[in-house]
């Protein structure tokens, strides 16, 4: 059975802040590592990891992809109130038709 | 550009009433998928549909049925609701079944008494 493991499970810091997100995970035939930004509503896409781009960068944003020690983190600098919501981990895995197995996600709380 | 468009946005049924969610999406993906998401278990996949008249089942498909006729449209059925479905139901499209990159619809909150 796929397990995507997400910690800390929630989180509250301080606008200005750094904060790294984990993500480890146990999945036969990976095939990528996505993160996706949960706010009110449906959750959108971030990141996409796989073996040809271990790293993402967007603005505040980074992401790293550890295939050898089966992790990856989420890195937001200098966090503002916006970055306020559920960040969620998922992994493709699959030989055939793939699945994605979510983690449970991180909730983060960026206070003034 | 609509993009995957679920209706209704909130529902409450009765234990053993039947209804369907509805899915639609319009950028001609492949893949399309159902995920209910509940406090602390994160996003869990119920059917997927790789193309047009082929379904599979995913972690939890127990009490829900998919049928995928043509390539937009993608329902979920529940056939005798009962309170653990109590859920927020996401529908998710990929343009193919390898491309991983998912649009997630708005979510339809369900409430089953």
């Known amino acids: 059975e796929d397990k995507v493991v997400q910690s800390p499970l929630s989180l509250v810091v301080h606008e200005g802040d750094t904060v790294t997100l984990n993500c480890s995970y146990e999945v036969t035939n990976f095939r990528s590592l996505l993160w996706y930004k949960q706010e009110k509503k449906a959750p959108t896409f971030l990141f996409m990891l796989?073996?040809?781009?271990i790293e993402k960068k967007s603005g505040r944003l980074s992401s790293i992809l550890d295939k050898k020690e089966l992790f990856s983190i989420l890195n937001i600098t200098a966090t503002q109130t916006g970055d306020s919501a559920i960040y969620l981990c998922a992994v493709g895995a699959g030989a055939g038709s793939y699945q994605l197995t979510f983690g449970k996600g991180t909730k983060l709380s960026v206070i003034p | 550009n609509a993009g995957v468009t679920q209706t209704p946005k909130f529902q409450v049924l009765k234990t053993g009433q039947s209804m369907t969610l509805q899915c639609a999406q319009d950028?001609?993906?492949?893949?399309m998928s159902w995920y209910r998401q509940d406090p602390g278990m994160g996003l869990r996949l119920i059917h997927y549909s790789v193309g047009a008249g082929i379904t599979d089942q995913g972690e939890v498909p127990n009490g829900y049925n998919v049928s995928r006729s043509t390539t937009e449209d993608f329902p979920l059925r529940l056939l005798s609701a009962a309170p653990s479905q109590t859920s927020v139901y996401f529908c998710?499209?990929?343009?193919?079944?390898?491309?991983?990159?998912?649009?997630f619809g708005s979510g339809t909150q369900l409430s089953v008494l």
């Open positions: 998710a499209s990929s343009r193919t079944a390898t491309n991983e990159k998912l649009f």
């Open positions: 796989t073996s040809s781009g």
């Open positions: 950028m001609n993906h492949e893949y």
